[in-house]
């Protein structure tokens, strides 16, 4: 008789993360391209531009900013996050050592890990455009506001950058995990989606705004952590419960 | 070989992004200074306000780019624009008999002022010719930040306002006419006179 | 030691009924085949225990653990089929060393050495192999994870002759230098009889036999001759296959229960008394008491 194999959990996810790192790791060459693709957007034409004329002058602005390249990070890594629970992906992992527990915390482990490398890319991405425009177009018309970043509101932008992707990564993630329980949630998210969206169109109220605004006007860094924590927890939570009945294939 | 290339590829991507970061931050750039934001014109609602302030605070926030002498015996001094551009010119009543006319162009200092132009003005017998200044077309970059960078500044989202408004009213014409010489303007519709306070 | 073991097992997809009261039990270290008709139960049983379904009711035990969700299961069982996801993104023999990474026994070398028998290329995906080399490359993961529950569904989908030999051979040589529990399930027996010690059978979700092969082939036997005669002797039992063919001749096969004198009676009533391979014994058992395909065309 073969002697049983005893593995624990912690074991089981550390083997499952690292193979996701290495089976998805054409994921990461997708984000570079996602992020050249907004970068060359971004740089190509500006994302914005307005003209004003006085008596004796006209003055035209054409803004830039890294902006769009960490949205495009964001739809990367909500869209891959939704991937990992069609049962395509799961059934990969099921294809060696797992179970629902440790499968769904090797995808959180390597939902972090995209966050990480998202958010730093992204910020370093908004400075690889900045040297784009300062060395590849004229740059004597460049307002340097803005423009310079110190290295303290780079490292700001770096962390919020990734809560921000950690939280669209559990978004994506959980509303996959929904979807996986029954075909029909397939129209029914969706339609729940657009319904928020009609019902704040026609009676003037604001649920979508208010719930972006819980996250992006919190001006302490302390409450903005925890808001962004809390949110990513119940996602992961949510999409953990869902899932950890779920049959395989 | 499938797992190589996709490794190389992100480590060669994040190398060249630091690569971008040392660049960034290695060498200094030069860029145009932030466009003046002093909170005197930004808070002031009233634009036309703007060039009494200004001028009451001149020594703060304006610059004297050009002066113009003329000696002048005349009792009467028309001035006119001398083309179909608007002029404002501010008109400031000095000392009587001293028969000196004096013409001033400020500009708000800023990055800006350099780049524009002069007005032109000429005395031939009792007529001032004012000419506006060429007008010039400036184009500007300029970088909203990421609002990943400003999540915890309070009030960035005004940011291009400010940026709008610090563009106005940066370049103005003063003269300095004595109490005793009458004025006459044609204003053609194109010109205003602007009477400033008499001291 | 009872490896799986399972009591009044149930299983049910929306109102489809798959598995049905179902009790059996598969002992350690031997080679179980898990044979029954399309649509037996085979391989949702198979799932059950990996893992990957949950019982509906009843009771099933692999390793004593219930399976579903259970690591220690998952870590000591391979489940092998045609369908095994794989990623698209590493070429075959980076999934290799992947998997080699999760056994806590794989055999590297023997994947190695199977890898290049069957002269795979190391750079191809899996999802661009042919269906036969699909198969192939499945049964090395599932030969080299050298787990104490290896589970074959139907593994040699796909593969022609000269490969399913090799496989059947290599399972054989693996086993007795490693042995270990292996299901291997297939809708014909005759494939795999020589390999397996022990059948279960199943048909329409539930258990038809479980017994050792060479039990099987000493199971049943085919009495052949005038019906009438052949009635007298089968009266008492259960028929597991009729078939009339010329006039009023009949072949019935029932449970080789005679004792020697009964058949000594038979003979001497010029009956002939035919043994029953065992596989056909399976298609017998599944197919009920009814004639077989000849019935559709004899009209009645």
């Given at each position: 008789m073969m002697s049983l194999a005893e593995i624990s959990l912690g074991k089981a996810v550390k083997q499952q993360y690292g193979f996701k790192i290495r089976a998805y790791g054409n994921l990461f060459v997708s984000l570079m391209a996602v992020q050249l693709i907004a970068l060359l957007f971004t740089a190509g034409g500006a994302t914005g531009m307005s003209g004003m004329g006085w008596d004796n002058i006209y003055i035209e602005i054409r803004y830039y900013s890294g902006t769009m390249i960490f949205v495009f990070t964001a739809l990367w890594i909500a869209v891959n996050s939704f991937m990992l629970t069609l049962p395509l992906f799961r059934n990969i992992d099921f294809s060696f050592v797992t179970n629902r527990i440790s499968s769904n915390l090797a995808n959180i482990g390597f939902m972090i890990t995209a966050a990480v490398a998202g958010g730093g890319t992204a910020a370093l991405g908004s400075i690889l455009l900045r040297n784009i425009l300062y060395?590849?177009?004229?740059?004597?018309?460049?307002?340097g506001a803005n423009f310079m970043v110190a290295p303290g509101e780079l490292f700001i932008g770096v962390v919020v950058g990734m809560l921000y992707l950690l939280l669209f990564s559990a978004a994506g993630y959980f509303v996959g995990a929904l979807l996986q329980l029954h075909r029909s949630l397939y129209v029914l998210v969706p339609a729940l989606l657009l319904g928020v969206l009609l019902y704040d169109a026609a009676y003037e109220s604001a649920l979508m705004l208010r719930l972006i605004g819980f996250f992006s006007l919190e001006l302490s860094p302390l409450l903005f952590v925890l808001k962004i924590a809390g949110a990513v927890l119940l996602l992961w939570t949510g999409a953990g419960l869902i899932s950890n009945r779920a049959e395989i294939r | 070989m499938q797992l190589k290339f996709y490794r190389y590829t992100f480590i060669i991507y994040s190398a060249v992004l630091l690569l971008s970061l040392a660049l960034f931050y290695l060498f200094p750039k030069t860029v145009l200074s932030e466009i003046e934001l002093d909170s005197s014109g930004v808070e002031d609602q009233s634009d036309h306000d703007a060039p009494i302030d200004w001028e009451r605070e001149q020594l703060g926030g304006a610059k004297l780019y050009h002066e113009w002498h003329f000696d002048y015996a005349g009792a009467c001094l028309e001035v006119a624009p001398a083309d179909s551009e608007e002029v404002r010119v501010h008109v400031k009543r000095t000392e009587a008999g001293t028969g000196r006319i004096v013409a001033e162009e400020y500009r708000r200092d800023s990055p800006l002022s350099g780049m524009m132009n002069s007005y032109e003005v000429d005395l031939t017998g009792n007529k001032l010719s004012v000419k506006g200044p060429q007008r010039c077309e400036l184009n500007f970059k300029v970088f909203t930040p990421e609002f990943t960078v400003v999540q915890f500044r309070e009030g960035e989202r005004e940011h291009s306002q400010r940026l709008h408004r610090s563009f106005e009213f940066f370049q103005l014409f003063y003269l300095y006419v004595p109490g005793d010489v009458e004025l006459d303007f044609?204003?053609?519709?194109?010109g205003h006179l602007i009477i400033m306070d008499e001291e | 030691m009872k490896v799986i073991a399972c009591r009044e097992l149930r299983k049910q997809f929306g109102r489809t009924v798959a598995l049905n009261d179902l009790s059996f039990s598969i002992k350690a270290n031997k080679i179980t085949g898990l044979i029954g008709p399309n649509g037996a139960g085979k391989t949702t049983l198979l799932k059950i225990a990996a893992g990957y379904l949950r019982e509906t009711a009843g009771e099933i035990r692999v390793f004593s653990r219930q399976p579903f969700n259970d690591l220690t299961v998952s870590a000591n069982t391979v489940f092998v089929d045609d369908n095994m996801a794989l990623p698209g993104t590493l070429n075959i023999a980076e999934i290799l060393d992947a998997a080699s990474l999760f056994y806590p026994h794989w055999d590297h070398r023997l994947a190695l050495r199977l890898f290049e028998y069957f002269s795979f290329?190391?750079?191809?995906l899996h999802k661009s192999l042919s269906k036969g080399m699909k198969s192939t490359f499945n049964m090395i993961i599932g030969l080299s994870a050298h787990c104490a529950l290896t589970i074959f569904d139907e593994?040699?989908?796909?593969?022609?002759a000269a490969v399913r030999r090799d496989f059947y051979r290599a399972l054989l040589q693996d086993y007795l230098r490693h042995p270990r529990t292996m299901i291997i399930s297939s809708h014909l027996l005759s494939e795999i009889e020589d390999l397996l010690e022990d059948i279960l059978l199943l048909s329409a979700g539930r258990k038809r036999l479980q017994l050792p092969v060479a039990e099987l082939r000493e199971y049943a036997v085919g009495l052949r001759g005038a019906a009438g005669l052949v009635e007298r002797f089968t009266a008492d039992k259960e028929i597991y296959r009729r078939e009339t063919f010329g006039a009023n001749k009949v072949f019935v096969v029932v449970r080789?229960?005679?004792s020697g004198a009964v058949l000594e009676e038979i003979r001497a009533a010029g009956l002939e008394l035919l043994p029953v391979s065992a596989e056909d014994l399976c298609v017998y058992l599944t197919s009920g008491e009814r004639g077989g395909i000849d019935d559709v065309f004899s009209g009645n």
């Amino acid at each position: 008789m073969m002697s049983l194999a005893e593995i624990s959990l912690g074991k089981a996810v550390k083997q499952q993360y690292g193979f996701k790192i290495r089976a998805y790791g054409n994921l990461f060459v997708s984000l570079m391209a996602v992020q050249l693709i907004a970068l060359l957007f971004t740089a190509g034409g500006a994302t914005g531009m307005s003209g004003m004329g006085w008596d004796n002058i006209y003055i035209e602005i054409r803004y830039y900013s890294g902006t769009m390249i960490f949205v495009f990070t964001a739809l990367w890594i909500a869209v891959n996050s939704f991937m990992l629970t069609l049962p395509l992906f799961r059934n990969i992992d099921f294809s060696f050592v797992t179970n629902r527990i440790s499968s769904n915390l090797a995808n959180i482990g390597f939902m972090i890990t995209a966050a990480v490398a998202g958010g730093g890319t992204a910020a370093l991405g908004s400075i690889l455009l900045r040297n784009i425009l300062y060395y590849l177009t004229e740059s004597g018309s460049l307002i340097g506001a803005n423009f310079m970043v110190a290295p303290g509101e780079l490292f700001i932008g770096v962390v919020v950058g990734m809560l921000y992707l950690l939280l669209f990564s559990a978004a994506g993630y959980f509303v996959g995990a929904l979807l996986q329980l029954h075909r029909s949630l397939y129209v029914l998210v969706p339609a729940l989606l657009l319904g928020v969206l009609l019902y704040d169109a026609a009676y003037e109220s604001a649920l979508m705004l208010r719930l972006i605004g819980f996250f992006s006007l919190e001006l302490s860094p302390l409450l903005f952590v925890l808001k962004i924590a809390g949110a990513v927890l119940l996602l992961w939570t949510g999409a953990g419960l869902i899932s950890n009945r779920a049959e395989i294939r | 070989m499938q797992l190589k290339f996709y490794r190389y590829t992100f480590i060669i991507y994040s190398a060249v992004l630091l690569l971008s970061l040392a660049l960034f931050y290695l060498f200094p750039k030069t860029v145009l200074s932030e466009i003046e934001l002093d909170s005197s014109g930004v808070e002031d609602q009233s634009d036309h306000d703007a060039p009494i302030d200004w001028e009451r605070e001149q020594l703060g926030g304006a610059k004297l780019y050009h002066e113009w002498h003329f000696d002048y015996a005349g009792a009467c001094l028309e001035v006119a624009p001398a083309d179909s551009e608007e002029v404002r010119v501010h008109v400031k009543r000095t000392e009587a008999g001293t028969g000196r006319i004096v013409a001033e162009e400020y500009r708000r200092d800023s990055p800006l002022s350099g780049m524009m132009n002069s007005y032109e003005v000429d005395l031939t017998g009792n007529k001032l010719s004012v000419k506006g200044p060429q007008r010039c077309e400036l184009n500007f970059k300029v970088f909203t930040p990421e609002f990943t960078v400003v999540q915890f500044r309070e009030g960035e989202r005004e940011h291009s306002q400010r940026l709008h408004r610090s563009f106005e009213f940066f370049q103005l014409f003063y003269l300095y006419v004595p109490g005793d010489v009458e004025l006459d303007f044609e204003p053609d519709g194109n010109g205003h006179l602007i009477i400033m306070d008499e001291e | 030691m009872k490896v799986i073991a399972c009591r009044e097992l149930r299983k049910q997809f929306g109102r489809t009924v798959a598995l049905n009261d179902l009790s059996f039990s598969i002992k350690a270290n031997k080679i179980t085949g898990l044979i029954g008709p399309n649509g037996a139960g085979k391989t949702t049983l198979l799932k059950i225990a990996a893992g990957y379904l949950r019982e509906t009711a009843g009771e099933i035990r692999v390793f004593s653990r219930q399976p579903f969700n259970d690591l220690t299961v998952s870590a000591n069982t391979v489940f092998v089929d045609d369908n095994m996801a794989l990623p698209g993104t590493l070429n075959i023999a980076e999934i290799l060393d992947a998997a080699s990474l999760f056994y806590p026994h794989w055999d590297h070398r023997l994947a190695l050495r199977l890898f290049e028998y069957f002269s795979f290329n190391p750079r191809a995906l899996h999802k661009s192999l042919s269906k036969g080399m699909k198969s192939t490359f499945n049964m090395i993961i599932g030969l080299s994870a050298h787990c104490a529950l290896t589970i074959f569904d139907e593994p040699t989908v796909g593969m022609d002759a000269a490969v399913r030999r090799d496989f059947y051979r290599a399972l054989l040589q693996d086993y007795l230098r490693h042995p270990r529990t292996m299901i291997i399930s297939s809708h014909l027996l005759s494939e795999i009889e020589d390999l397996l010690e022990d059948i279960l059978l199943l048909s329409a979700g539930r258990k038809r036999l479980q017994l050792p092969v060479a039990e099987l082939r000493e199971y049943a036997v085919g009495l052949r001759g005038a019906a009438g005669l052949v009635e007298r002797f089968t009266a008492d039992k259960e028929i597991y296959r009729r078939e009339t063919f010329g006039a009023n001749k009949v072949f019935v096969v029932v449970r080789n229960s005679f004792s020697g004198a009964v058949l000594e009676e038979i003979r001497a009533a010029g009956l002939e008394l035919l043994p029953v391979s065992a596989e056909d014994l399976c298609v017998y058992l599944t197919s009920g008491e009814r004639g077989g395909i000849d019935d559709v065309f004899s009209g009645n």
